[in-house]
Structures are given as structure tokens and as C-alpha cells.
């Protein structure tokens, strides 16, 4: 039975589910499962519903076709077999091959969060081992009344940070010059993955090279001095005019504010949780108009 994955998450209908009690017969539910995180059970077919039972697919560790329309998913944590019944063999085919489908999607999303763990824990270390250099240097942002500290590698991936802090060059001592590489690629992926999940592309069409010239996009560590852990944040900002010195020479013109969608504003920092790849909106932003002064140092 073939089946996509769009369809097996939204996959739905009746089936009979035997109950758990030693002399139950099977009884009739509605089946549904959720964006593919989990298979519920209702009594009624309608929008509203109460919901008698819940499978989280990723604590699914079997399911198997049995004789005649039946079928048989066992759960990891619970003392319990699910012995379901679909009205003909079509639909039980359907059924099982979503539930496989849906595993396997998820099993593959686990290993990618725990390599995405791994290398972020190497990075992390890597990063303090680098902190620890007294010829590494980092530049500071200073606004307003907020203090944004950029480290070296994530500065990379900013496209247009050299026109917002003075055109400052940042050095890094020779014997890092490894890891600043295979950070500022990593940096790279994140800034891509990013600018993806928080729908960027939807409000800006980044492939137009008038809009490309005034948009950048990257990570700041935002913390005073005092702090033992600084919070990171995905920040972008689109200007009015080009952002680099060169780009602003040949194009002085001005974009046109109908061009702007949504929450986007010119000349302001926003800035948004890493942490959460489903929050689109940015947790706050900063107006660059308001800026008293913009400086860099070596950290301390």
C-alpha cells in the first residue's frame, strides 16, 4: 500500500478497537492522527469530540497486519497491545503503512536532533576553549542602553556586519583558524535552517538583489559582563538603503515601505529564539534610530 506522508498525517475513519478488559468484545472509534505526532480515538466522526485515548507514534515499537482486517500496534511504557479491526483490507493495509511511515519519519528526526546535540555540544565546547585563548579577540556592540556581544565566528555569517560596526576587521589568532572555519560553516547551516522556520522567506524575497544589498542576518549573544550565561538570538535587519559602503555608492534609492509584510520594519534589529523553531514571530525588536552610538572593543 502506497501511501505519502502528507496523507498519513492526516489519515482518518472508523475502526474497531478490542477492549483491554479480559472478556471485552471490540468496540467501534473514530481514528485520527494528529500532524503525525499521535493517534487519537473518539467516539464521534464530528470537529468536536472528546478524545477516549491517545498513542504517541513515537513510543510505537510495532505494528503488524494479523488475519482477515485486523491489526496490532504495540506500545513501549504501557502494559498494553492495541488490537484494531478495519473494515476491509484496504483500509487496515492503509492504516499500517502510515503508522510504519510515520515512525520511520520520526526515527529519523531523533537521529538528526541528537547529532544536531552532539555537534552543538562540541561547538559549545570548542567556543570556551577559544574564550580561554588570550589572543582570541571578539567585538562588542554597543546600543542604546543594551550591550550586544558578537562572537568571532558567529560575525561571519552576518552579511552586512561590516557596515554596522564601523567596518571593523576581526582577528583571531593563526592556530583557531581551523575551528573558525568549520564554525563559521556550521554558523552557515543554522543562519539557512533559520531563516526558514521563522518564515523570513515569506516576507522578503532574499534572491532579488535589491533586497539582498539591504538585509542581513545572523547570532548575537546579548548579556552584560556579569552574566555566567548569555542568551543567544537569531537577529535580522533590513535598511532602507544598501548596507555596504560599495553597494550604497551605485544604488542610493530607497525601498519603498509597501514593500515591508507583516511585524517588518526598516532599520530595526530583530530578534528571535533559537531555541523554538515554531515561534515565527520575533520576541522583541530594536529601532537602530534610537541608537545613541555604535562602538566595537576587545573583550576583556
Known sequence: MEITLDEAKKLKSWLEKKSPKTFGGYQKRYFRILDGDSIIYTDKDTDKYEIKGRVNIDTITNVSKKEDTKFRITVSGEDRVYHLKAKTKELRDKW????????????????????????????????????????????????????????????????????????TTLNTSSNSAKKKDKSHSKYVKMNTKLLDKKGIHNLLSLSNPDIKKRFFSGFLKK???????????????????????????????????????EYLKFDTLFFFNVDKDDEKDPIKSLDLADCHSITCEDKD
Open 223 to 261: 548579556g552584560s559582563k556579569l552574566d555566567i550565561k548569555k542568551k543567544k538570538f537569531f537577529v535580522i535587519l533590513f535598511s532602507s538603503r544598501p548596507l555596504r559602503d560599495s553597494d550604497y555608492e551605485k544604488d542610493d534609492k530607497m525601498i519603498d515601505n509597501s514593500k515591508l509584510k
Open 96 to 167: 499500517v503503512a502510515a503508522i510504519e511511515l510515520l515512525m520511520n519519519a520520526k526515527a529519523k528526526q531523533q537521529k538528526q536532533q541528537e547529532k544536531e546535540e552532539k555537534e552543538e555540544e562540541k561547538e559549545e565546547k570548542e567556543e570556551k576553549e577559544e574564550q580561554e585563548d588570550p589572543h582570541q579577540r571578539t567585538s562588542s556592540v554597543a546600543i542604546s542602553e543594551h550591550k550586544i556581544r558578537v562572537d568571532v565566528d558567529a560575525s561571519q555569517s552576518f552579511d552586512a556586519s561590516s557596515s554596522i560596526i564601523s567596518n
